[in-house]
């Protein structure tokens, strides 16, 4: 569902000191197109706008610049398009609301898509805005505007974007930022887009549009469950023996966490979660099931056989998480679930149909409401949470395997409040532990690598003073295909601690190479060719120290490692930002690794 807290804030005056006007400059009313497209940006309370300048939207440059002063929204300059929109993802991941981002011309648009995919994917909002040469050929400049002009720009991501509209005039252009914003919050959420014409842009207004009261124009929209199908889930949840709850997509508010806590407990239910998408429930209550993980694991599929009623609140691939436990589960199943407004024919993110006995087409957290105030709290005293002690540190000078890297920073991070942004492809979710909506915001959405450093400097720009250390585990390849956005964490003061679990391989693709080749009876000791990122090791530390982070490692062992990591953090807490070199082996924990397998057995249809 549409993730609604109020966590969005203005934006933060450290951020803003860094760029500040040569030249104070404004103006009293809008004087041209863009002028109006910058003042609806900032009556709607966005706090930043990540983009990637080109001269497709020089006009709106300038508006957002000598206009409005920079300050609402104010410009987060990225070294790509990419980074841009990832960026805008992970501050809605952490804050439920969109941000803006803008990208230049038809060649900025293809630089994005895959940014656009993932947020599209994660179902996370975000108000894209992006330009094209004059629609009318006789004012295109030679050559570039022409090449940088498209008949329909739009196409371009339609198939995964909620709206997209391409405005012939000021006022059409405040209309479409207007519906776009609202569309983009409106749950199931998702990425919307505007093209902005150049001459729309540049022209000047004819006559002073009315002036408008934006937030008249953002109608709250909370889709809750009807009275029949709540008591309907009510009857069959009461009288359930074994009910399970698949939490899936949620929100990050606490207040809608403690209610989800608060209904598991009424009725007894065991509670699956999984690393695809933010916490949703706390991992140390005794109603949780094992640990989160991408793929089912075998206790989440004993729980499905076990269960008598499953309630999904908008679980992730259902079918395929029924598929991998044999077919749909005999119990009765009741899925709470928007996801079917945003399907379409292009994509297959809709995952595979599910088995449904009970369909209630609404918003998770207002589907919880309504149960829990149909059932009441359970009179029973709370369960007490499973207390779970730190593993021993590893042996400070033995090889560093994916779990012993989680486990000495686990134990650097200490009591500290904690937020992960990003978790690797070889992170167990038996490594941390959740105990808040924000102890993890979920992965890319998308299964883009690339997008964890940027989504990662979103969040934490979202997370800037709240009092939480963002931490970032990124694989080399993601990290390596998303690293320019360390410079905008760096420029704009935004605190960030990336753990690299730098394994020198797209080892992901070695287990796949792996399974080609048993599969086919050849030699599997090749696997590692065209995957290994080696002859040379790429030194991620100088990658960082080369824009402005304080680079660490390479770390070989825990015991660098732990050093490492001890002053990285107090340079986070400081301020700054910080990338650590682990060298972990390559290979995913058992656990891991049998529901990886279990996931491809599901792909492949066997």
């Not at 996370?124 to 090449?147: E, N, Q, S």
């Not at 709206?163 to 006022?171: C, E, K, L, N, Y």
């Not at 589960?329 to 809709?350: E, F």
Request: charged share 20%.
């Amino acid at each position: 569902m549409a993730p609604k807290s109020s966590t969005a804030r203005a934006a933060d005056p450290d951020v803003a000191k860094v760029e500040r006007l040569s030249v104070p400059y404004g103006t009293n009313a809008p004087a041209f197109g863009s002028d109006v497209v910058a003042e609806t940006l900032s009556q709607l309370d966005i706090p930043y706008i990540a983009l990637n300048p080109g001269a497709s939207y020089r006009g709106l440059h300038d508006s957002i610049v000598n206009f409005l002063g920079n300050e609402q929204p104010q410009m987060l300059l990225c070294l790509h398009e990419e980074a841009a929109v990832a960026i805008a993802h992970g501050y809605a991941k952490v804050t439920g609301k969109a941000m803006a981002a803008a990208v230049h011309s038809n060649v900025g648009l293809f630089h994005a898509t895959m940014a656009i995919f993932n947020a599209w994917c994660d179902r996370m909002p975000i108000l894209i805005l992006g330009a094209t040469g004059p629609v009318d050929a006789m004012k295109r400049r030679p050559w570039i505007d022409w090449i940088h002009t498209s008949a329909d720009q739009g196409a371009i991501i339609r198939n995964y974007t909620k709206w997209d509209d391409q405005p012939a005039s000021a006022g059409a252009a405040r209309e479409s930022v207007l519906r776009a914003y609202w569309m983009s919050n409106t749950a199931p959420c998702g990425p919307t887009y505007i093209n902005l014409d150049a001459e729309v842009q540049e022209g000047k207004l004819p006559a002073p549009l009315p002036p408008i009261d934006a937030k008249r124009y953002m109608p709250a929209m909370v889709q809750g469950p009807s009275a029949d199908a709540v008591k309907k889930a009510v009857e069959l949840l009461k009288g359930a023996k074994r009910p399970l709850i698949m939490m899936g997509r949620v929100s990050r508010s606490v207040e809608n966490w403690n209610k989800r806590v608060q209904l598991a407990e009424a009725l007894e239910a065991r509670v699956c979660t999984n690393l695809k998408i933010g916490a949703a429930f706390p991992t140390d209550h005794p109603l949780h099931i094992g640990q989160p993980a991408t793929f089912a694991t075998d206790d989440v599929i004993a729980a499905m056989k076990e269960a008598d009623v499953i309630l999904s609140l908008d679980w992730v691939d259902l079918a395929g998480t029924f598929k991998a436990a044999g077919g749909p589960p005999s119990a009765t199943i009741i899925q709470v679930s928007l996801d079917q407004n945003l399907h379409n024919g292009w994509s297959m993110d809709y995952e595979g149909l599910p088995a449904v006995d009970l369909f209630i087409p609404a918003e998770t957290d207002a589907t919880v409401d309504a149960l829990l105030a149909a059932i009441g709290p359970s009179s029973k005293p709370a369960k007490p949470r499973v207390v779970r002690a730190l593993a021993p540190k590893p042996a400070a000078d033995g090889k560093m395997a994916a779990a012993d890297m989680a486990n000495v920073l686990r134990h650097v991070v200490g009591d500290r409040t904690a937020t992960l942004t990003h978790v690797s492809l070889s992170w167990h979710g038996g490594f941390w532990e959740f105990k808040h909506p924000l102890d993890y915001v979920g992965s890319d959405g998308g299964g883009g690598v690339g997008g964890g450093p940027g989504i990662s400097v979103g969040a934490a720009l979202a997370l800037k003073g709240s009092g939480r250390l963002p931490i970032a585990v990124c694989g080399d390849g993601d990290f390596m295909m998303g690293c320019t956005a360390v410079w905008t964490a760096v420029h704009y003061r935004i605190p960030l601690l990336i753990v690299v679990a730098n394994n020198r391989s797209f080892y992901n693709d070695e287990v796949h190479q792996e399974r080609v080749a048993v599969a086919r009876n050849r030699p599997v000791d090749n696997k590692w060719i065209g995957q290994r990122i080696s002859d040379p090791d790429i030194d991620m530390a100088t990658i960082a120290r080369g824009q402005g982070a304080t680079g660490f490692g390479p770390c070989w062992n825990p015991g660098e490692l732990e050093k490492a990591l001890v002053e990285a953090v107090a340079v986070v807490e400081k301020g700054g930002v910080a990338v650590v070199d682990a060298r972990i082996l390559g290979g995913y924990s058992p656990a891991t690794a049998a529901a990886m397998a279990r996931g491809e057995k599901a792909d492949r249809g066997n």
